[in-house]
């Protein structure tokens, strides 16, 4: 009976010595707070797909969403260190941070080309015929001024003979569209398909004549300083998304993925697929063509946004970005 205890203490022991190593490894994944904006969308299909297919599980890491109402408010919120990375996020305001000496990195590029089209009332059949008509783009600084102003160029139309008017989002530059307030607007997608839809001309894309990054992941310098192996594992598996999504395979799960994590329809994320995905507006191997951000940076530049003398390099972390030319 002794000879029995003492066995089944030594197995009880051993139990527990097997629940005290096994827990760290259960308590070893890490939390990475995502920032993007207002709400889960298109945009975030990579990120999307890490999570719900478990690839970001795999390597160890939570996925935490945090959604700001602004582009602008999620780099805030990034600078800060209130979210660790931000995706989605158009390129313009992490450079303006940077500028300003806020802690900031852009480390892997998203869309890499820019997801608009520019959409007019009927009547309107060329972008030639935009002359002295009302404009919807985001705002007097923001990249769809960018955009618009470059798509312009070609028809043979000059800025000063548009009128633009600032609403903001996509969703409220749709509406100036729709009650009359403006005669065109820069959509992105599924607002474009909508506006088709409804009778409006689509003008053109923006990727047709800029040759530019629209969005991509940011992060807060010294979180990645202090959290570099999570980093460069989110980057990894945010790459290994983009790859299972553009597998056509996939489209149909894909579809119905996004549908089960945002409140768009069927009909508009198998466009909005067949518009990004198919398209091939994601960029697939992480890699940051400096030559392209640069792009960006001189049309702030000509925006008076940034000083002159700012130099693309301040954006990157050098063990970290993967840079080419």
């Not at 478990?54 to 582009?71: D, T």
């Amino acid at each position: 009976m002794a000879a029995s205890c003492r066995r089944l203490r030594t197995l009880a022991i051993a139990a527990l010595c097997v629940v005290a190593v096994a827990t760290p490894r259960a308590r070893a994944a890490e939390t990475i707070v995502v920032g993007s904006v207002g709400s889960a969308s298109a945009n975030l299909w990579p990120v999307m797909v890490g999570d719900k297919k478990g690839l970001f599980a795999a390597v160890g890491i939570n996925i935490s969403m945090e959604y700001v109402q602004s582009n602008a408010g999620v780099i805030q919120q990034l600078t800060v260190d209130a979210v660790d990375v931000s995706v989605g996020s158009g390129l313009v305001d992490p450079i303006r941070a940077v500028d300003k000496g806020a802690p900031v990195a852009i480390v892997r590029i998203e869309m890499q080309r820019p997801p608009y089209a520019l959409m007019a009332k009927s009547p309107i059949k060329r972008i030639a015929d935009l002359k002295g008509k009302i404009v919807s783009v985001g705002g007097p600084k923001d990249i769809t001024r960018i955009f618009f102003e470059r798509m312009l160029t070609p028809s043979g139309v000059a800025a000063k003979d548009v009128d633009l008017i600032f609403a903001g989002a996509t969703s409220a530059r749709l509406q100036a569209l729709q009650t009359g307030a403006a005669d065109a607007a820069i959509l992105t997608a599924p607002y474009n398909f909508h506006a088709e839809a409804a009778g409006f001309t689509n003008l053109g894309l923006a990727a047709d004549v800029v040759d530019m990054p629209f969005s991509g992941v940011s992060t807060n310098r010294n979180w990645a300083k202090s959290h570099k192996d999570a980093l460069q594992k989110f980057l990894g598996v945010y790459t290994q998304s983009i790859a299972w999504l553009s597998a056509p395979a996939n489209r149909e799960e894909a579809v119905k993925l996004m549908m089960s994590v945002s409140k768009l329809g069927h009909d508009d994320v198998e466009k909005a697929y067949d518009f990004l995905i198919k398209s091939g507006f994601l960029e697939p191997t992480g890699a940051i063509s400096k030559g392209k951000l640069d792009a960006v940076v001189e049309a702030l530049k000509q925006l008076g946004d940034i000083p002159p003398d700012f130099k693309v390099d301040r954006l990157f972390i050098p063990d970290v970005t993967r840079i080419v030319d």
